[in-house]
């Protein structure tokens, strides 16, 4: 090769570099006005809304809280209490015990006074066998209470299983661990009853940092800012990809991923389209993008809808090599979801789902920490031969820079304008500090992450689960 | 006995409970109140009222579980009343099964409150 | 100074992209500068407002149970309510004190009825909070409109009727909401008179919220559904066939066994519901010739229907559904044929291959 031929592969390199991140920057700014609009009019919207009619009516549709656990003896018993003390009137809460090696079920038996019952489970979706079988309670106080002991099949097969046995129309997928507020699905089901033009197949929830929470028996009782930069600084991303990602997206009717931890399905359609895929870490994920997917084939106007409301609270990692796996079991999550999908991406057959939710995952999700670090190792290339611009290197990196702790400060304006969760003096400070920071200390660990999920996920197929070693809810109380 | 009575009221709606305190204190009961299911057992426990007021929607614990904890677990006789939205006739049928006496349906008028009160505690 | 000339110097020979990145820096540092500083003052404020709300809130809690009980039960005000009336008066020209006021006021209403809540209503009128809520009513953003509304159903205030009927047709959402919720909570069955010709569609929600209001009266004139259930508006006709359900509106039954025929499979799904609930045998056989051509939801539906009112002569056409692809009609076609004939029942032959009528009929033997 002569040296002119270098020279343009060279530019086009660096003109692919700007194009990408120019893009990044313009999509932020693009999705912060679009979310700014969206959380106004959803405050506006919901100011006077009377909940207590909608939740005391018999007429409501029934909703079944699907909730599966694998050895989590540890605070089963209060996580349960949790999810029965719902205000909603017609629902039911079905705890599936996946197979656990503890003594959950037996705790759960003599906290609730279940006994085995005869059920006959329409098997819709195909899962592992019962174990002990189907339990109900002796107590009327606790009749919304089932539980179903099976064999160990993975989340995504529990919640299969929950998806046969529910009697509702509606099902709400929950992380066991999960502190639900109580007015957590009578907020969720309203977009499903609200819309009369599109049909609404998914709604999908907010997580919020449970870390440092005050926390009695089921029941938030303070919202605390934890202590470590760790936590704080998921905080900040959470409060970035909720508040201003999908609350843009949901605007623009393109939300591609509910979280695992608090989502609401319409249950025909999730059973319709096969339930929970039990092949991917990423099941979450895949399941909305089917059920988008099989309403694009049909031609059938629908809605995957998101409430901003802090209604889901949920201990996150607070150390970095937990934070590390499970950020990589989401990568791979991701990776497995658009490749199984891959048929929708720049098709325009599905539309906005193809020619832009598809793209836009995977380009500045899919691919960011692979042309991150292309970057990086480019960088670094250049300083080794001393070919470094450095004019243009630090006025593009200080730009950068700016722009990512302005958008995380918006994020922050948007907590404040909306929830304002953190009410405590000396708050905002630290989340400023954090703010600062972040880029310099958290990020490295995400971007390693995310390419140890890449690394994982070609070379390293049998990979075994990412554990969560969770410390439990209620310990939050001695912090 | 010259004794005031004491009335265990358990409410989540602060306004309501405080009105409620004040007139049945006017007509000579001694009123503990309490926000929710887990303060109003605490109370229970602690004063032993001659009547219970519970509302069956509450954070935590439950009106149906307050009743289920004083009559199984507490093992007490003490009359109770519980308050009920609209809608909720399925909740009012779970708690007389689980031993209330009586129930007032919201919204509802503290005067023929005040006459039910009375009748059950003379 | 020096070190000021050498940094201009370098920026003036920088590339002009640099240079134009710079700026674009430089404005972002300015702008987050200033947003870092508003956060503080933003933050200030909230907590300030709060405890201002909290401290309100006591004190208006107070003063209107003091209030409420130094009435003289009749129907004047006793002059230490006037006393009070007049100090609220100067308070709620302040925006912020008359939202905590309302707010506190609000959470009585709704659970009390009564003296208690008419002398509030009273309070509310004396106050003049009244004429603020009607003011609202004239505000040109939907969400004061809104407000105001739900004010003035909060308090019942019946003259708004004329001013509030108009919004019925309000092109934002939330004020025909608000409207349609204020017509029904004080006029019930006669502020339906909106459905006769409603142009949008009403939402389930709202569906919902206006049976709920509507259950809330007891002894009140049913208005003809008739009307409804033969409107081309096709959630009027869902909301009639819940009405139909919740106040057994029998008589409309020959208007609902033409419904079996409606172009709309859902409202041909909710009727056959109601018709269930009827226990009603005209739709029988009707639908057992249709069967066949029926969506599989109706075949649900009318199964139900079946489990209240099959007899001996439906037993041919219960046999032959076993052998239904869908799960749930199985499972009712056999507990029908339990009820109906428990001989042929226990005699069954059981297709072969067909494992879940297997498991079907053991559970039901269990049970």
């Keep these: ?479 | 006995m010259s004794e005031k009575k004491k009335i265990v009221l358990a409410e989540d709606n602060s306004t309501l409970s405080l009105l409620l305190k004040f007139r049945l204190q006017k007509e000579g009961y001694d009123i503990f109140i309490a926000k929710d299911g887990k303060q109003a057992i605490e109370l229970i426990e602690e004063h032993n009222p001659e009547l219970i007021l519970t509302d069956i929607m509450m954070p935590y614990i439950s009106g149906l579980e307050v009743i289920s904890h004083v009559r199984n677990k507490l093992e007490m006789k003490v009359p109770i009343i519980v308050f009920s939205a609209a809608g909720q006739e399925e909740m009012v049928l779970k708690a007389f099964s689980l031993g209330a006496n009586d129930f007032m349906g919201k919204p509802f008028s503290p005067n023929e409150l005040v006459i039910r009160v009375k009748r059950l505690l003379s | 100074m020096n070190d000021y000339q050498n940094i201009l110097e370098y920026f003036n020979q920088l590339p002009v992209l640099v240079k134009l990145v710079w700026y674009v820096s430089f404005l972002l540092f300015i702008f987050i500068l200033g947003l870092i500083f508003y956060l503080k003052i933003l933050r200030n404020n909230l907590r300030e407002n709060e405890k201002k709300r909290i401290k309100y809130q006591k004190i208006y809690e107070e003063n209107l149970i003091n209030y409420l009980y130094a009435g003289d039960g009749i129907e004047g005000i006793s002059p230490e309510q006037r006393v009070f009336i007049n100090n609220m008066k100067k308070d709620i020209s302040n925006t912020f004190n008359r939202n905590v006021l309302i707010s506190v006021m609000t959470k009585l209403v709704n659970d009390i009825s009564g003296e208690i809540a008419q002398a509030i209503h009273k309070f509310y009128f004396e106050t003049g909070l009244i004429d603020y809520s009607l003011l609202k009513l004239k505000a040109r953003k939907w969400e004061i409109k809104a407000a105001g509304i739900h004010e003035l159903t909060q308090f019942e205030v019946k003259q708004a009727y004329n001013e509030i009927e108009k919004l019925i047709k309000h092109p934002h959402k939330e004020v025909r909401n608000q409207a349609q919720l204020y017509l029904v909570n004080l006029f019930q069955f006669k502020g339906l008179k909106f459905l006769n010709d409603l142009t949008y569609q009403l939402s389930e929600w709202d569906q919902i919220q206006l049976l709920e209001i509507l259950q809330k009266f007891d002894n009140q004139e049913i208005t003809d559904i008739t009307l409804w259930l033969k409107s081309n508006n096709l959630s009027v006709v869902k909301f009639a066939l819940k009405l139909a359900k919740v106040y057994n509106q029998f008589e409309s039954k020959e208007t609902l066994l033409e419904l079996l025929k409606h172009n709309n499979k859902e409202i041909r799904v909710e009727t056959i519901k109601v018709l269930g609930y009827f226990y009603d045998t005209d739709s029988k056989e009707y639908l057992k010739s249709n069967f066949h051509d029926i969506t599989e939801g109706e075949q649900i539906a009318f199964f139900k229907l079946l489990e209240n009112i099959a007899d001996q002569t439906d037993q041919h056409f219960i046999i032959v559904n076993i052998s239904h692809p869908n799960f749930e009609i199985k499972l009712m076609a056999l507990k029908i044929l339990k009820n109906i004939n428990q001989p042929k029942f226990n005699t069954l032959k059981l297709a072969e291959n067909d494992i879940d009528v297997e498991r079907i009929v053991e559970f039901i033997k269990n049970n």
């Design chain 1, 1 to 479: 090769m002569d040296s002119s031929t270098v020279r343009i592969i060279l530019l086009t390199i660096h003109v692919l570099f700007f194009i990408y991140a120019f893009s990044v920057i313009f999509s932020y700014v693009l999705l912060s006005f679009v979310s700014a609009r969206e959380s106004s009019q959803y405050m506006k919207r919901n100011s006077f809304v009377n909940y207590n009619e909608i939740l005391s009516s018999t007429v409501s549709p029934s909703i079944s809280i699907i909730a599966p656990a694998y050895n989590e003896s540890l605070n089963i018993i209060e996580n349960v209490r949790s999810l029965l003390s719902n205000h909603y009137v017609n629902y039911d809460v079905i705890i599936v015990n996946d197979g656990s090696k503890d003594d959950s079920l037996e705790k759960l038996i003599k906290a609730y006074d279940l006994v085995k019952v005869n059920y006959l489970i329409n098997h819709q979706v195909p899962t592992k066998p019962l174990r002990e079988g189907v339990f109900k309670s002796t107590n009327p106080a606790f009749e919304k209470l089932t539980v179903v002991d099976k064999e160990n099949g993975g989340k995504a097969d529990a919640l299969n299983c929950g998806l046969n046995i529910s009697q509702s129309k509606f099902v709400a997928c929950i992380d066991v661990d999960c502190l639900l507020l109580e007015d957590a699905l009578q907020k969720m089901i309203k977009p499903f009853l609200e819309l009369t033009d599109v049909k609404v197949i998914a709604s999908g929830g907010v997580i919020r940092i449970a870390n440092a929470c005050k926390i009695k028996e089921g029941k938030l009782i303070e919202i605390n800012l934890p202590k470590k930069f760790i936590e704080i600084a998921q905080i900040l991303e959470y409060l970035r990809s909720f508040l201003l990602g999908r609350m843009a997206w949901s605007r623009l009717n393109g939300l591609l991923v509910i979280s695992g931890a608090f989502g609401m399905f319409d249950k025909k359609i999730a059973i319709d389209v096969g339930g929970y895929d039990t092949n991917t870490v990423g099941e979450d994920m895949e399941i909305i993008v089917r059920m988008r997917r099989s309403m694009e084939e049909q031609n059938i106007k629908y809605k995957v809808a998101y409430i901003p409301d802090p209604l889901c609270w949920t201990e996150a990692p607070d150390n970095y090599k937990i934070l590390i796996s499970q950020r990589n079991r989401w990568t791979r999550g991701t990776i497995e979801v658009l490749k199984k999908h891959r048929k929708i991406g720049f098709n325009p057959k599905y539309k906005f789902l193809g020619m832009l939710s598809y793209p836009y995952w995977f380009f500045y999700e899919r691919l960011a920490p692979i042309i991150e670090i292309i970057g990086i190792l480019y960088f670094i290339v250049l300083i080794a031969l001393d070919n470094v611009k450095w004019d243009y290197a630090f006025a593009f990196f200080l730009a950068a820079y700016l722009f990512t702790i302005m958008f995380t400060i918006i994020a922050i304006y948007s907590e404040e304008l909306t929830y304002h969760q953190y009410t405590k003096k000396g708050t905002g400070i630290k989340l400023l500090l954090v703010t600062l920071l972040e880029p310099f200390v958290l990020h490295p660990f995400i971007l390693y992450a995310g390419i140890k999920g890449n690394i994982d996920y070609y070379f390293n197929k049998k990979i075994k689960w990412g554990e969560m070693k969770r410390k439990g809810l209620s310990k939050g109380e001695s912090n």
